[in-house]
């Protein structure tokens, strides 16, 4: 079979469909197995309604290695081999769709016609980011990208100075640039990440606005040109943590910090917009993201999708 010769070279991607479920926590839903692919390899996962029968089931499009697929099968995951591809950076692209956000937003990889149909009910009346998500993570289907962009459309003001930390493709930074914000400064480090929030700032007409896009730490960028009204970092909760007085001393007094990547690990029943901090249980992964903030910042608004939490808060 190809697919076991390429395992065996140690080479080749396939492009697959898992079959998975609209249930945030279930060993076979949408996120917990959107998170497996990425771990398995996938560089992109582009989510679909799945058309058969109407249920409230999707499908996971995802190019992983060759020699993954016996530990996606031995995880007890459904899935279909779409494309057995050499060139599998491009395969992943034909199962892309854009993706409307929030009540003004609807993003769009750069190679999705626009005039296709969206994830989504879109509108012309839409604020459309169009991104470059060859390499890097950040389409727009993503939970932890959606809370953002749609806590950016709320906050977000006119003038506002945005720092973009862990800018990947470039889609939160931007989508800030195009819904009023003034300049930009989005830092990565990884430099493939680097070039397409580049990429996207030039595709949306905003390269203008970009004020750098880096691989520099966040203390350097904020000594040049903080501090910031808006500061934005979708990462995982121990670089919050490691990255915690410095982000702090990037916001300007009254500035807001948008934190996610979060996992939902509440499962109390806390209602969407409440926090809870120094439980006698283990801290969740949002107690830890408000703790990294410190004392100067206020009460922070604790938002919920799909297992993912984001955490707005501004500085006193």
Do not use: K, Y
Not at 177 to 183: D, F, H, P, S
Request: charged letters at 25%; proline letters at 4%.
């Amino acid at each position: 079979m190809v697919v076991e010769a390429m395992a065996d070279n140690g080479g080749g991607r396939v492009i697959v469909a898992v079959e998975v479920e609209d249930t945030p926590w279930c060993a076979t839903g949408s996120e917990l197995v959107a998170d497996r692919l990425f771990a398995l390899g996938a560089s992109a996962v582009s989510e679909l309604a799945d058309d058969d029968g109407g249920t409230s089931s999707l499908r996971l499009v995802a190019d992983l290695p060759a020699d993954s697929l016996d530990r996606l099968a031995a995880a007890g995951l459904r899935f279909e081999l779409l494309e057995i591809d050499p060139t599998w950076d491009d395969g992943w692209r034909e199962h892309a769709r854009a993706v409307c956000v929030g009540e003004r937003l609807v993003v769009r990889p750069e190679w999705v016609d626009p005039a296709g149909a969206a994830d989504g009910d879109a509108d012309s009346d839409r604020v459309e980011v169009v991104v470059d998500a060859a390499d890097s993570f950040g389409s727009g289907s993503h939970a932890t990208t959606r809370l953002c962009l749609e806590a950016i459309e709320r906050i977000v003001g006119p003038g506002d100075r945005v720092l973009d930390i862990g800018s990947g493709t470039g889609v939160l930074g931007v989508a800030a640039l195009l819904l009023g914000a003034e300049t930009l400064v989005a830092i990565d480090v990884d430099p493939n990440a680097v070039a397409a929030t580049r990429r996207t700032a030039e595709l949306n007409g905003a390269a203008g606005h970009v004020v750098e896009a880096s691989g520099r730490s966040v203390a350097e960028v904020a000594a040049d040109h903080g501090p910031f009204d808006l500061v934005l970092a979708n990462l995982l909760v121990p670089i919050i943590e490691e990255l915690g007085p410095e982000m702090v001393r990037s916001v300007a007094s009254g500035g807001r910090i948008v934190l996610s990547g979060l996992l939902d690990e509440s499962g109390d029943g806390t209602p969407d917009g409440d926090a809870v901090v120094g439980r006698a249980t283990e801290p969740t992964q949002v107690d830890r993201a408000i703790v990294a903030l410190g004392p100067g910042f206020g009460a922070p608004t604790v938002e919920r999708d799909g297992g993912w939490v984001v955490v707005l808060s501004t500085r006193n």
